[in-house]
């Protein structure tokens, strides 16, 4: 059972999450955050839910959407920040910026661009775990639109095939880009693709912490089991666009909305934590606002750092 | 000294490699059971068994994916492609995946993979199967690009990539499989990743190549010295990324005229890249254009007659080298 102080560390990490989405939000708006820029608001308990039952041999690996896997994991929010920035203070010096994010610390292997192509990647990850005998498990999250991508496919039935011990995370926010998932999958939904590969799909709410904790200790302890590979079909929702970019035109006011008011994962812990735990408001605007901090804090480390100096141009080429 | 094909040479690297370090494996379609298509994997299943030698399902983007994340964590895979024209299937992970993300990831994330296989025109199998893709790769960053000529290149060069840090494209040629050189003992001692050759020296005409162009160039050589007193210069290139300036430059230093030699395309291709560098580096030493004898710019046809004449060979060699002496 989770006690009362986990639950508050991961309310935390949500809220540090959020709160640095919406402060990059504005460093995009004042132009010190440049290109592409991805947010995780609204899918805050996915990550934190799942990092948290996370062993230390495990590695993980996601798409560009990847700031709050960087934060949940414990990277300090200055050096991804930093990174948002394109300083040299940053995760990778300032040559990946928002979409290539990495921590060789925590196993975690970005930040991958191109659609999809994290997924095949992280089922490398778990051949790795596998190869060495280490214990690992790999996470491999991705998206709805990624699940329409071959090489998924290609992975499923190589990570079945020789069992290995991987939790494809299956982020369902319902949008590709711009295009949703009624309009791109056929078939019985995104649920059902892993059957053809006899790899069990367990359905998750994403929007509710608790259930992630829970659905992903199960998840977790069949792959550990030497079972082979699952997919956790985790139903969840983008409050911002695609990008900074996109001003999301292609959903109603009025759908946003009604999963803000009622679905927000943040908000339902908050409750949870007052409500059944009887944790004072003033306890959980403490935490609100010493994560204020140290987002203005990583901001303010992010603005004053350098810009990497010309000698790190042709620098980490090649080895 | 010993004298060996190229394939025993190939194969050989890959065991040694895999004796000496246990997170060397070799990964891709019938290299185990069957023994490899081309038989480069003779034995290995056996030697290493079932978790080392590894037959993948027909699926090159995933297969390839599997192998740069496997590497990320610090394994060292040997990806080997049937022939590289399916490794098209892949090239997002080769590019993207595996050449980039050293970069990006501001050193941290590096990659140490070798992509090997079949590349080039085989002879009679038609377009899709008949593509050098040697430019494609040595335009990226990030990657380094080998194509060997002899046995001993080849087992030398491909042990030293199994060892690099960085990911490798390693360009065999299937009509060198079966061709039978010297080696000597310690190969590794008489290549680099970054290093070309002189094959034989010369002093009227550079001539540059690399994988099965280099026997074009030399029996070229042969003819030109024995029948028009033309002495040539031959040089493997071996490397393509990083290609060895130095020593084509200090060749035509002393030539005044290059040749290059190859089974890919002219528009964009490796000659067109030591063109641009013999003219930036050594305009002043040129006695005329340098020329680039390549593949015609036409999908690579079936019939013998025409890929023949679509294709480079000696004696087209021969005829270009005496043109620009003008003998």
Redesign the interface.
Known sequence: MINVKDILALYRKMVLVRAFEEKASMLYAQGHVLGFCHLYIGQEAVATGIFHNLSSND?S?TSYRDHAHMLILGVHPNVVMAELCGKVT???????GSM?M???EH?F??????VG?Q???????????K??NDGGISFTFFGDGAANQ??VY??F??AS?WKLPIVYVLENNGYAMGTSTKRAASGKGLATRGDSFEIPTILVDGMNLFDVLEKSKEAISYVRCGNGPIIMHVDTYRYRGHSMSDPATYRTREEVNAVKENRDPILKVKNILINEYSILLDDIVKVDNEIGDIIEQAAKFAIESKFPEESELE????? | MNDITVRTALRDAMAEEMRANPNVFLLGEEVASYNGAYKISQGLLEEFGATRVIDTPITEHGFTGIGVGAAMAGLRPIIEFMTFNFAMQAIDHIVNSAAKTLYMSGGKINCPIVFRGANGIPGSVAAQHSHCFASWYAHCPGLKVVAPYSALEAKGLLKLAIRDDNPVVFLEHEMLYGKRFEIQTSPTELVALDKAVILRSGTDITITSFSISVQYALDAADVLYDKYGISAEVINLITLRPIDKETIIESVKKTGRILNVEEGWMSCGIGSEITALVIENAFDYLDCEPMRLSSAEVPVPYSKSLECLAQANSEKVVILSRSMLQK
């Open positions: 590695s690996i940053g995760s990778s010096k300032g040559k990946g290539h990495y921590s060789k196993n292997y970005g930040g991958n661009g191109i192509a997924v095949a990647l992280g089922t490398g990850l778990a051949f790795a775990h190869y060495k071959g090489q290609e992975s039935n190589m095939l620098m980490d080429v090649t080895i």
